[in-house]
């Protein structure tokens, strides 16, 4: 029975940080999904290789300069739309950064997944995100449901597990008791599972602070912050990199999935979540 219970409170304890950690991301998340009121969305076509004016006339007088969004605080097809203009247009670069912040402000937007996919199938490079089918597969599941389906879930399953705790101690008839902690146990288990899924969600969140995308054609990266100094290797546009430190005089150290490390110039990379 001890022990039952020191898994009792580990696991809603567990449980509470989930929905603590949750909460925090939510209201952060509600508030970037604000409509802009200069876009019109279409995203019944995903880029399948040939230009389509469609998407232009979406955002018809919008620049694809992410850098000066009409709105300030463009929705995910905003930032959609401005990817389909720029892979038709020939960025790869910026068709892909412009996927990516779509991505951030929703994960679940199968559209500009696919296209961003199908943007770094035609880069130079093809450097991939690094994660494992095991990683891949657990992102899938957890965008399966909005974190808005989420965190009410993993709440009332939470109070499912307590009632039926509650009830496993009250009733004396051991059929009951034994059906109250399968059930309890049951529940406790599957708001866990919720719990995780919303956590990867949370810290999904937080990677995209320090990624970035090569916007120019080809940049040299080195091994110091000087251009005269070696070069390590090269890359080209759409190349996504992990920003490490802080700039140092016009340079930003980088890393990449397969542990490569360099200088870049700061002017050929773009933050997908400028600072």
């Given at each position: 029975m001890r022990s039952f219970l020191i898994f009792l409170f580990t696991a809603c304890s567990f449980a509470l940080y989930g929905e603590a950690r949750a909460a925090e991301s939510l209201v952060a998340f509600d508030e970037s999904q604000v409509t802009p009121q200069t876009v019109s969305p279409d995203t019944s076509q995903r880029?399948?290789?040939?230009?389509?004016?469609?998407?232009?006339r979406n955002l018809s007088g919008v620049s694809p300069d992410t850098s000066k969004a009409d709105t300030e605080t463009p929705h995910s097809e905003y930032y959609y739309n401005l990817g389909n203009i720029s892979y038709n247009s020939g960025d790869l670069g910026r068709a892909i950064l412009c996927y990516e912040r779509?991505?951030?402000?929703?994960p679940r937007n199968r559209d500009a997944r696919h296209n961003r996919d199908l943007a770094i199938r035609k880069t130079v490079d093809k450097i991939s995100d690094g994660k494992s089918w095991f990683a891949s597969a657990g992102e899938t599941l957890a965008?399966?449901?909005p974190l808005t389906a989420l965190v009410p879930l993993?709440?009332?399953l939470f109070v499912g597990a307590l009632v039926s705790g509650i009830f496993f101690f009250l009733t004396e008839s051991r059929g009951r008791r034994r059906l109250y902690?399968?059930?309890?146990?049951?529940?406790?288990g599957l708001c866990i599972f919720t719990n995780a899924l919303i956590l990867h969600w949370v810290y999904a969140d937080r990677a995209y602070r320090n990624i970035a995308v090569?916007?120019?054609?080809?940049?040299n990266v080195h091994i110091?912050?000087?251009?005269?100094?070696g070069v390590a290797f090269t890359l080209h546009e759409?190349?996504?990199v992990q920003l490490t430190d802080e700039p140092l005089d016009g340079w930003q150290t980088i890393t990449l999935p397969d542990g490569r490390k360099g200088w870049i110039t700061s002017s050929s990379i773009e933050a997908v979540l400028p600072h």
């Open positions: 880029v399948t290789g040939k230009p389509q004016s469609s998407y232009t779509s991505l951030h402000l929703d965008y399966t449901l993993a709440l009332v902690f399968y059930v309890g146990l049951s529940l406790l090569v916007l120019s054609p080809e940049v110091s912050p000087e251009a005269s100094s759409g190349a996504r």
